[in-house]
């Protein structure tokens, strides 16, 4: 599919796939609630999961949200791009959009090719991962392939996603700002163009009430981002290779060659996230390595958390929390 035909598909409110920076999205008109639909029923999407929806730039976000002091500072510092916002939305924005909440999550993507079918549509975007529900999230055509098969939509194909993991998600909505989602755009980042600190929700602790009700966010499931292969998720390296839950030909995934471990008696296969270690590199090929063990088709998978090094670790330990079957 090419840039015209994938900004027609738009128009004529029909779906297709573009690529981000973060992961490749499953769009529509973020205004048509028949091709919103569509987008919930080929995802299996539970209707109580809100979509993201894409604008060009903060004066493109004030026509469909009330954005606010902290909005503006927000965008003129990270848009575009991996940075998404929780705002009260207008009543352009379908309640099918937001699962019945009246905040809308927008965010400006820095992705070239997606900025010009916004450009050329000049409608917003509503673009969830496209990948089925919970699974795990697509940084490349193939993997959008993989995912639907022979119900695939047209893709418009960008390359390899340049962070490879979903947006920031901040709340503006209450009265201190809280991160529902981790992502490329830390804590610590947010704090410094700010002035003050703000909250961030528990990893990987979402209740059965929040399940059941409308959530403000995406990835705010306990269960997403998941393999199909049981993953065992261990607390460090060092208890993951003491553990008697590896068996011979199980995957287990390690951050770098570099890695200091102890060889094991009963042989498993060993993949590794990046070849220098480095906490981009690592968030950038995670769903990779990780489709790449579940087609192995091997029993298990393991992989431990990380130390707390930076505020991008904490992405990184939140979408491994929710990927994993076991936590050891």
């Known amino acids: 599919m090419n840039l015209v035909d994938c900004t027609e598909h738009l128009l004529r409110s029909e779906i297709c796939v573009v690529p981000t920076e973060t992961v ?12 919103v639909k ?14 993201i929806v894409h604008v060009l730039n903060h004066d493109s976000a004030d026509e469909i949200c009330k954005t606010n002091e902290l909005s503006v500072k927000l965008a003129k510092a990270f848009w575009p791009g991996a940075l998404t916002l929780v705002l009260p939305k207008k009543k352009c924005i379908p309640l099918e959009v937001t699962s019945g909440r009246n905040s809308v999550a927008v965010r400006s993507p820095s992705h070239p090719l997606f900025r010009q079918i916004i450009t050329r549509a000049k409608i917003p975007i509503a673009a969830p991962s496209a990948n089925l529900a919970n699974k795990i999230s697509p940084t490349n055509y193939q993997d959008v392939l993989d995912a639907f098969g022979d119900k695939c939509p047209p893709i418009l194909d960008g390359g390899e996603c340049d962070f490879g993991i979903e947006s920031t998600v901040l709340d503006l909505t ?17 704090e410094n163009v700010l002035g003050f600190n703000i909250e961030s929700s528990s990893t990987g602790k979402s209740t059965e009430k929040d399940l059941l009700s409308g959530k403000k966010s995406p990835g705010q499931g306990s269960k997403h981002y998941a393999p199909d292969t049981p993953l065992n998720l261990h607390s460090s390296i060092e208890k993951m290779f003491s553990s008697e839950t590896i068996k011979a030909g199980d995957v287990v995934i390690l951050p770098c060659p570099k890695t200091p471990h102890r060889s094991l008696s009963k042989k498993p296969i060993i993949l590794y996230l990046s070849e220098s270690g480095k906490t981009k590199d690592i968030a950038k090929s995670l769903y990779k390595i990780l489709r790449q063990a579940d087609k192995l088709l091997v029993n298990k998978i393991h992989i431990s958390l990380f130390p707390l090094e930076d505020d991008l670790i904490s992405a990184i330990n939140d979408k491994l929390y929710r990927a994993s079957t076991c936590q050891l």
Do not use: H, M, W
Not at 38 to 51: D, I, M, Q, S, W
């Open 174 to 190: 209450t009265t201190i700002p809280q991160i529902l989602r981790f992502g490329p755009v830390t804590k610590q980042d947010i």
């Open 24 to 35: 490749y999205g499953l769009a529509c008109s973020a205004f048509s609630v028949a091709a």
């Open 38 to 51: 569509k987008v919930f029923e080929l995802k299996g999407r539970p209707a109580n999961n809100p979509l």
